[in-house]
């Protein structure tokens, strides 16, 4: 069975940073794409990054761009989402996903993920 474990939320003040991870179980990540998103209250889910199995590619949402970084370490199974100049507008459960493909679109960011971790809370206060 495979498991996404998502880590490293919190409260934090608005400029400041934050780094999630994400520990996968049960599926080998380095053969797939990574994603993740986020869901604020009373809003549908949004992509904010991604990242080929490789690690060579990486894919932004223009809202993040510039602040948030995405990188992986296929030899620990994990995915990180390194988060600086926060602002109140990120706050959101955040959650990673992995993808059917070692690859993501570009031209629909949210399609191919099979599997979703249950998310960590990020709370940026202003």
């Known amino acids: 069975q495979v498991q996404l474990v998502e880590s490293g939320g919190g409260l934090v003040q608005a400029g400041g940073s934050l780094r999630l991870s994400c520990a996968a179980s049960g599926r080998t990540l380095r053969s797939y794409a990574m994603g993740w998103f986020r869901q604020a209250p009373g809003k549908e889910r949004e992509f904010v990054a991604a990242?080929?199995?490789?690690?060579?590619?990486?894919h932004y949402a223009d809202s993040v761009e510039g602040r948030f970084t995405i990188s992986r370490d296929n030899a620990k199974n994990t995915v990180y989402l390194q988060m600086n100049s926060l602002k109140p507008e990120d706050t959101a459960v955040y959650f990673c996903?992995?993808?059917?493909?070692?690859?993501?679109?570009?031209?629909?960011?949210?399609?191919?993920?099979?599997?979703w971790g249950q998310g960590t809370q990020v709370t940026v206060s202003s």
């Open positions: 990242i080929t199995a490789s690690g060579a590619g990486t």
């Open positions: 996903a992995s993808n059917r493909l070692p690859y993501y679109r570009v031209d629909e960011p949210r399609t191919g993920y099979d599997y």
